[in-house]
């Protein structure tokens, strides 16, 4: 599993995360949501060992701060709010990049399958800056997804840390990409995710941490945290938590499916 315990970041004078435990299991979606400017990629990136912080975390037993880049490279893939390249490299060269940093090296295959899952089949020669930015986003998508293709190896659980993975989408590909973690982690692997749209993080996670200013509020089942209190209090402003009619005149990415292609 991944345990962070008494999880603390500073930027210069500034506290960012204040003593955060966080707790995610193989198996599971684990949501983390919040505010603008509440520590959550801030508490995604100590957790995958990308800025320095007190306190410690341990993924499957391993101390991410004791282990080797190609260790934790075994056993997770990390998706950023966006990755910028200034060289016009393909679709397929991007996604290959997780090959490169993964044990799957020898499965080129694997190129192909991912580009199918994120719906970019017949996208490999093309080149990356010329895709929109929805496109960009499930291109990385498809590069983080070979690095840990099977989310269970040799009985150990491989994991997807996701931050904000449907923000350039539209409702269709947000439901494609959630479907996507909630398949891998439905195969033994554990995926966490910082998610802003709430209903999406009902929809598919089964573990929310809500996060504001520095603090985790709660974790727990959507239904235990996503509620009027908690998130009023969460996002300093008055929430009402409710169900859509079955029939209407609006839509809602909650009340929606995707479609078979």
């Given at each position: ?116 899952r994120v719906g970019?089949?017949?996208?490999g020669a093309r ?102 209190e908690l998130l ?30």
């Amino acid at each position: 599993m991944l345990n962070a315990q008494n999880i603390t970041v500073r930027y210069g004078k500034h506290d960012i995360l204040h003593n955060i435990d966080f707790h995610a299991q193989p198996g599971a979606v684990t949501a983390i949501v919040g505010p603008n400017g509440s520590g959550k990629t801030t508490l995604l990136k100590a957790i995958t060992g990308e800025v320095a912080h007190g306190g410690t975390v341990t993924l499957n037993n391993m101390d991410i701060d004791a282990a080797k880049a190609w260790e934790l490279a075994a056993i997770r893939a990390v998706l950023p709010q966006a990755t910028p390249l200034a060289f016009p490299f393909t679709v397929s060269e991007v996604v290959q990049l997780g090959l490169s940093n993964g044990i799957s090296a020898a499965r080129v295959r694997l190129i192909v399958a991912a580009l199918e899952r994120v719906g970019l089949s017949g996208y490999g020669a093309r080149y990356y800056q010329e895709l929109s930015g929805g496109e960009q986003q499930r291109v990385q998508l498809a590069r983080v997804l070979t690095q840990v293709w099977d989310p269970v190896v040799d009985g150990t659980a491989r994991w997807l840390f996701l931050d904000e993975p449907v923000s350039a989408l539209d409702i269709g590909h947000q439901l494609q990409v959630m479907q996507i973690a909630r398949d891998f982690a439905d195969a033994g692997g554990g995926v966490v995710a910082v998610m802003h749209d709430l209903n999406l993080t009902a929809m598919f996670a089964d573990t929310v941490a809500l996060i504001s200013d520095g603090r985790v509020l709660a974790q727990d089942a959507p239904a235990e945290v996503l509620t009027n209190e908690l998130l009023s209090e969460a996002y300093h402003c008055g929430v009402r938590v409710n169900t859509a009619p079955p029939s209407g005149t609006y839509l809602l990415p909650h009340v929606a499916t995707q479609l078979a292609s």
